[in-house]
């Protein structure tokens, strides 16, 4: 079956560094997205694993290992905008279908 | 810039009424969806399509059709609206292959009463 894990609340210090980690049960698993949806605005793509290993954009990096099923999203120098919500999002099957969970309601406090 | 537009932010519509969602997407997109998103649920998948005039169903299929006649449209309906499918409903449009980018529309909030 599919199944999808990730923590449902996360807080953390402004500056500090935060790790929202991520399991998945996918067949036909391509790669791993990360999407980032604030309060009343819709889902934007943060970034994409198709291959072991991390990759960074400015002070966010993913991180995926294909045989364990897993990913993190790590985002550092936090910031109080950062404060949203984060979707690990793996791909699948033919047509690429994306399967978005519930979330990690990230709280960025001072 | 990708732009994604819904027909309407919000809409309110009586049980038993059949709705139409549509969504247009500028930037030639193969792949369109359907999202809804519900309060400790997160995002499901209501049907996706690929190209014009194909379609698959995503995890929450009942009670919803689509339709893609242009490549650039995509529209999601509401049979008999009931009460159970008021929600938030977003749609997405990506390219296919490599990172499947998927970029969304601002979403429509829909309450069926």
């Known amino acids: 079956g599919q199944s999808l894990e990730q923590p449902s609340e996360v807080t953390a210090v402004e500056g500090a560094i935060v790790q929202i980690n991520c399991t998945y049960q996918t067949s036909g698993f391509y790669g791993l997205s990360w999407y980032q949806q604030h309060d009343g605005g819709a889902p934007t793509f943060l970034s994409y694993n198709a291959l072991d290993g991390l990759e960074e954009t400015g002070r966010f990096s993913s991180f995926l290992s294909r045989s364990d099923s897993y990913g993190y999203l790590l985002l550092q120098e936090l910031q109080m905008k950062d404060s949203a919500s984060y979707f690990c999002a793996p791909t699948s099957g033919g047509y690429q279908k994306v399967t978005f969970g519930i979330g990690t309601k990230l709280q960025v406090i001072p | 810039d990708v732009k994604v537009t819904q027909s309407s932010r919000y809409l309110v519509k009586r049980t038993g009424e059949k709705v139409f969602l549509e969504c247009v997407q500028d930037?030639?997109?193969?792949?369109m969806f359907w999202y809804r998103q519900d309060p400790g649920l997160g995002l499901r998948l209501i049907y996706f399509?690929?190209?014009?005039?194909?379609?698959e169903k995503g995890d929450i299929p009942e009670g919803y059709s689509v339709s893609r006649e242009k490549k650039e449209r995509f529209s999601l309906i509401l049979e008999s609206a009931s009460t159970n499918q008021t929600s938030m409903y977003l749609c997405a449009s990506s390219l296919s292959g490599g990172r499947n980018e998927q970029y969304f529309g601002p979403g429509t909030r829909l309450t069926v009463t």
């Open positions: 930037m030639d997109h193969e792949n």
């Open positions: 399509s690929y190209d014009v005039k194909m379609k």
